[in-house]
């Protein structure tokens, strides 16, 4: 088991006093058998009166809501977390689904409507294309390793850019690019893992790097594959490897879109900032 203390600062800062409008916030990591929440603290300021709900997909959600004005935004997200998924590589995959391709019981099919197929048909071509170059001679027949080759060829053949505007890139767009941040690279194993007809979902949360645990850094995002026996398995095309004890999650949600870790809206005069930091760090 390993421990981490997760801190996560956001700060607007406004051209004058601004009424602030009701704000999301997903920043409260994600509990189950592999992540336990020690402990976690919100603060905020101004003053909000906070309304916690849990969404479609069971994310941890909160609605703060303020009275007064201010010209300056402050949310600080401090949470411990124990991990338990140290042996990511460590389960089993029913006999039906261990070589690809393989189909989704009708039971299982209908609850993962929503992770499979949805590209455009631009990016069907694109993608196409983009696995045909990449398994150029043969494609691999077991399930596992398929996956495993796909995450490793975006991190090994595409360029990791660090990306400030808010939003996801198109995978035509990476593609063309042949570049990306992390929500970039995942969006793109999305969508061609479900080309292949894998159901898959976008994840949010913060990763811990043994070179940078001491520097502010920022949100990270990856892919989950629904592998039947295993469950949802996480592929991280940003380090090119399986998503384990060092990576936190907070959200999970079909579109990338649906997910941002704050958002809301202000009433006042135009022009404002944004700053962002975030330190992961292990402890005992």
């Given amino acids: 088991m390993k421990r981490f203390r ?4 956001t700060t607007y800062e406004y051209s004058d006093d601004v009424q602030l409008d009701a704000h999301t916030l997903r920043l409260r990591p994600r509990e189950g058998h592999d992540q336990h929440l020690e402990s976690s603290t919100l603060t905020i300021s101004p003053n909000a009166e906070l309304k916690w709900h849990r969404d479609v997909e069971s994310n941890s959600v909160a609605i ?13 997200s401090d949470s411990i977390v124990q991990k338990f998924d140290v042996l990511p590589q460590d389960f089993l995959i029913e006999d039906y689904a261990v070589n690809y391709p393989f189909c989704y019981p009708s039971e299982d099919a209908i609850t993962l409507a929503p992770y499979l197929r949805n590209n455009t048909d631009e990016d069907y071509i694109l993608i196409k294309n983009w ?6 001679t043969r494609q691999p027949n077991q399930t596992f390793k398929l996956l495993l080759s796909m995450n490793q060829y975006i991190y090994q053949t595409l360029q990791y850019i660090k990306r400030d505007e808010e939003g996801v890139q198109s995978s035509s767009a990476t593609l063309s ?16 893992a479900r080309y292949l007809g894998f159901a898959a ?17 920022t949100t990270h995002a990856w892919a989950e594959v629904f592998i039947p026996g295993a469950g949802w398995k996480g592929f991280d095309p940003t380090h090119g490897g399986l998503v384990g004890a060092n990576h936190i999650a907070v959200a999970v949600s079909r579109l990338p879109e649906l997910v941002p870790a704050v958002s ?6 135009p022009g404002s900032s944004l700053k962002v930091d975030v330190w992961v760090t292990e402890i005992g």
């Fill in 6 to 9: 997760v801190v996560h600062q």
């Fill in 64 to 76: 703060a809501r303020f009275s007064e004005a201010s010209h300056r935004l402050h949310i600080e």
């Fill in 131 to 136: 696995l045909n170059n990449a398994w150029a």
């Fill in 177 to 192: 690019k042949n570049a990306g941040s992390c929500r970039d690279y995942a969006n793109l194993f999305i969508d061609a």
């Fill in 201 to 217: 979902r976008f994840v949010s949360g913060y990763v811990h790097t043994e070179d940078e645990h001491h520097l502010s850094g």
């Fill in 264 to 269: 809301g809206a202000f009433w006042g005069l």
